[in-house]
């Protein structure tokens, strides 16, 4: 069923592009909740994500004509909110200035099946994580958002922020290689951050 999403949103996006409205709602309402979760991640307090994710879809609409169909129509998605948010950001640096990137770590009640010690803990754990997350450099942010919250591979990264493969692995590494400098002795272990960031995930897709 997962091989066949690409193909699935293909289709939708033939037929907005064709002219079919209702197919381009179809798309929205499929794919605007991960695209919002990705936006208030790597997103400034000053960027509207909710204005960003609506002139990505509004840009559709109007090139429809124009437009072709993309091998991964979710990772163009990914890419052109990722445009649509620095585009916005150079706009409000005029007037405000720079501030770090938030990453959003809010808790939900944890579901039963999840490991009790994890929910036990998991408040500290969240907030621990939140401020060194919080100071990580912004490429490393944003990659640590999309692989572990999006579950997406080195590969559509790359495709989405236009790097090279190699070079998001990199970066990876450097900001799992910090977070365990950084954390203290119980999350340390890679094993246990993953788990953690894993669980985030859960949790805000519930």
Known sequence: MKDRVPEQDQALWQSFCR?????????????????YNYGRKVAEEQVSVEDAIQD???????????????????????RALRYQIIHQKKKQQKRRSFSALTVDTTISTASPEQDIVIRQSADLQYEVLRKVIKKLPVRQREIISLHFFEKLSCDEIGTIMQLQPQSVYNLLHRAITHLKKTLPLQLKAVEWLIVVLSFASQLQAA
Request: charged letters at 20%; proline letters at 8%; zero cysteines.
């Open 56 to 78: 990505v879809f509004v840009d559709l609409w109007q090139r429809r004509a124009t437009l072709s169909v993309p091998d991964q129509p979710r990772l163009y998605l990914f």
């Open 19 to 35: 002219g079919d409205r209702q197919a381009l709602d179809t798309f929205y309402l499929k794919h605007v909740q991960p695209l």
